[in-house]
């Protein structure tokens, strides 16, 4: 992350006329020097922040505390009623998704006026269009008119052309709460492939776990103040605290944040660091194994089974140094091969590698993650610096890792990886992000609550009556 500033704000302010009758508008805009017709709404009131190069800023607060308002200022789309505003670099900004798209345009048309819009050239979007409609994945949709899209492919359309930029700044105001599983994974992967090439980026959400796992640095907005700045995981605290507190309890809160925010300021996190060396996989790429690609099971009777569609979009290969990871899939214990699971039950995820090369102390390794890209859990072959295997050219190997879906129902992804040992320590032969997409099924007698099930025994005991309940 560079010291350098690609935002400061500087004691930004911005209000807002509001009007009690419809006609008091038009009053003020007759007689201006007479008492005013209206009442100031302060949307912001003095913010004032500094936001380095390449450092990922997560925006929380409830709603109506000028988290939108702000970052329109910050886009130039609106202008503050005092203040100054400095950014540095080129913004693409996810707020408004397919504001400016014309309904009677064609999906190709539209990236050609949106890209317009953004700042790029008819020849930049020539060299783009396929990979904006690659990711889109509209089909042949992408020659009707977007007054015909569903909401689904008009949001895709629009989040292809809106990062189809090379952004300095990435803006992101909840644009991601849309479309499916498998389409909000590749738009976290393609935010985290911006953010590794050194974008700043401001990402706002309802969602803690979401800011705690991109961002580095973390601002509490409420009723146009900062209220708190600092490491994501403090900052969201104080947001959930502030917004499950009783009505009576809240200002003496506010007043506690503020009296704290110079001490919340000096709780910065260290840089993230970004993963270099990436190749990107299409969705069409071969990782599955022959029995899933040829819809090998259906749907059987309550149990486990495996569903043709339910592939990710998002898959990243690392750069091989001499090992393949062929046919990540997941199967029950008696071999069939699976993606919707139930809870609580086991399974088997597994794949095989093939080596180019002579390799020492080799270990494997899975990881679960959410849609996120929040890692769950995973697990390894062994402990680190306790493997024995030793593998040569053409040699193949199967990894098999069993695990219990403890989980709550929703999508997961999972990666496979391999390492060995080398002059430098421990490096990656291969890895794979996103290898497959899994989905638990929705359990009517879970009691388990949150994400993880923790095979929680509940007991409940009646005192007696009058007495009240025990838990």
């Given at each position: 992350?560079?010291?350098?500033?690609?935002?400061?704000?500087?004691?930004?302010c911005?209000?807002?006329?509001?009007?009690?009758?419809?006609?008091?508008?038009?009053?003020?805009?007759?007689?201006?020097?007479?008492?005013?017709w209206?009442?100031?709404?302060?949307?912001?009131?003095?913010?004032?922040?500094?936001?380095?190069?390449?450092?990922?800023?997560?925006i929380?607060?409830?709603?109506?505390?000028?988290?939108?308002?702000?970052?329109?200022?910050?886009?130039?789309?609106?202008?503050?009623?005092?203040?100054?505003?400095?950014?540095?670099?080129?913004?693409?900004?996810?707020?408004?998704?397919?504001?400016?798209?014309?309904?009677?345009?064609?999906?190709?048309?539209?990236?050609?006026?949106?890209?317009s819009?953004?700042?790029?050239?008819?020849?930049?979007?020539?060299?783009?269009?396929?990979d904006?409609?690659?990711?889109?994945?509209?089909?042949?949709?992408?020659?009707?008119?977007?007054?015909?899209?569903?909401?689904?492919?008009?949001?895709?359309?629009?989040?292809?052309?809106?990062?189809?930029?090379?952004?300095?700044?990435?803006?992101?105001?909840?644009?991601?709460s849309?479309?499916?599983?498998?389409?909000?994974?590749?738009?976290?992967?393609?935010?985290?492939?911006?953010?590794?090439?050194?974008?700043?980026?401001?990402?706002?959400?309802?969602?803690?776990?979401?800011?705690?796992?991109?961002?580095?640095?973390?601002?509490?907005?409420?009723?146009?103040?900062?209220?708190?700045?600092?490491?994501?995981?403090?900052?969201v605290?104080?947001?959930?605290?502030?917004?499950?507190?009783?009505?009576?309890?809240?200002?003496?809160?506010?007043?506690?944040?503020?009296?704290?925010?110079?001490?919340?300021?000096?709780?910065?996190?260290?840089?993230?660091?970004?993963?270099?060396?990436?190749?990107?996989?299409?969705?069409?790429?071969?990782?599955?194994?022959?029995?899933?690609?040829?819809g090998?099971?259906?749907?059987?009777?309550?149990?486990?089974?495996?569903?043709?569609?339910?592939?990710?979009?998002?898959?990243?290969?690392?750069?091989?140094?001499?090992?393949?990871?062929?046919?990540?899939?997941?199967?029950?214990?008696?071999?069939?091969?699976?993606?919707?699971?139930?809870?609580?039950?086991?399974?088997?995820?597994?794949?095989?590698?093939?080596?180019?090369v002579?390799?020492?102390?080799?270990?494997?390794?899975m990881?679960?993650?959410?849609?996120?890209?929040?890692?769950?859990?995973?697990?390894?072959?062994?402990?680190?610096?306790?493997?024995?295997?030793?593998?040569?050219?053409?040699?193949?190997?199967v990894?098999?890792?069993?695990?219990?879906?403890?989980?709550?129902?929703?999508?997961?992804?999972?990666?496979?990886?391999?390492?060995?040992?080398?002059?430098?320590?421990?490096?990656?032969?291969?890895?794979?992000?996103?290898?497959?997409?899994?989905?638990?099924?929705?359990?009517?007698?879970?009691?388990?609550?949150?994400?993880?099930?923790?095979?929680?025994?509940?007991?409940?005991?009646?005192?007696?009556?009058?007495?009240?309940?025990?838990?």
């Amino acid at each position: 992350m560079s010291s350098e500033c690609a935002i400061r704000l500087q004691d930004v302010c911005k209000s807002f006329p509001v009007y009690d009758k419809p006609h008091h508008r038009l009053l003020q805009m007759l007689f201006p020097r007479k008492q005013p017709w209206f009442r100031e709404f302060h949307a912001l009131k003095n913010i004032g922040l500094e936001i380095k190069k390449g450092q990922t800023l997560g925006i929380v607060g409830r709603n109506g505390s000028g988290k939108s308002t702000l970052l329109q200022i910050i886009c130039g789309t609106l202008m503050p009623s005092s203040g100054a505003v400095v950014v540095s670099g080129r913004i693409a900004a996810l707020l408004e998704l397919g504001t400016g798209f014309n309904p009677e345009f064609t999906g190709r048309e539209n990236v050609y006026l949106n890209g317009s819009v953004l700042g790029l050239t008819r020849e930049q979007i020539d060299d783009r269009f396929d990979d904006i409609a690659a990711f889109a994945d509209i089909g042949d949709f992408i020659e009707q008119p977007v007054k015909s899209y569903s909401s689904g492919m008009y949001v895709r359309l629009a989040f292809a052309v809106a990062i189809s930029t090379t952004p300095d700044i990435l803006i992101v105001d909840e644009a991601l709460s849309v479309g499916d599983e498998a389409f909000q994974r590749k738009c976290f992967a393609r935010i985290d492939t911006i953010r590794d090439a050194g974008a700043t980026v401001l990402f706002v959400s309802h969602s803690a776990g979401t800011v705690v796992e991109l961002c580095d640095r973390a601002v509490l907005l409420d009723r146009g103040e900062v209220l708190a700045e600092g490491s994501p995981k403090a900052v969201v605290s104080r947001y959930q605290k502030l917004l499950y507190a009783p009505a009576d309890k809240v200002m003496a809160l506010r007043d506690g944040y503020k009296r704290d925010l110079d001490g919340y300021k000096r709780d910065l996190l260290a840089e993230l660091a970004g993963a270099d060396g990436r190749d990107v996989l299409c969705p069409g790429d071969d990782v599955g194994p022959a029995s899933v690609r040829d819809g090998y099971l259906s749907e059987d009777s309550g149990g486990a089974y495996l569903e043709e569609g339910l592939r990710p979009q998002s898959t990243m290969r690392y750069q091989s140094k001499g090992a393949h990871i062929e046919q990540p899939h997941i199967e029950t214990l008696d071999g069939r091969p699976v993606n919707v699971l139930r809870a609580g039950e086991e399974y088997v995820y597994t794949y095989r590698v093939r080596f180019d090369v002579t390799a020492v102390a080799v270990r494997f390794g899975m990881m679960i993650k959410m849609v996120s890209g929040l890692e769950l859990g995973g697990g390894a072959s062994t402990p680190l610096g306790a493997s024995e295997l030793t593998v040569r050219p053409d040699d193949v190997v199967v990894a098999r890792f069993r695990f219990r879906a403890t989980v709550a129902p929703g999508v997961y992804f999972m990666n496979a990886g391999v390492t060995a040992h080398d002059q430098e320590g421990e490096t990656f032969l291969d890895r794979l992000i996103d290898a497959l997409m899994f989905r638990v099924m929705p359990d009517e007698e879970r009691v388990g609550t949150g994400i993880i099930d923790f095979s929680v025994e509940p007991a409940i005991r009646l005192l007696g009556q009058g007495s009240g309940v025990s838990v």
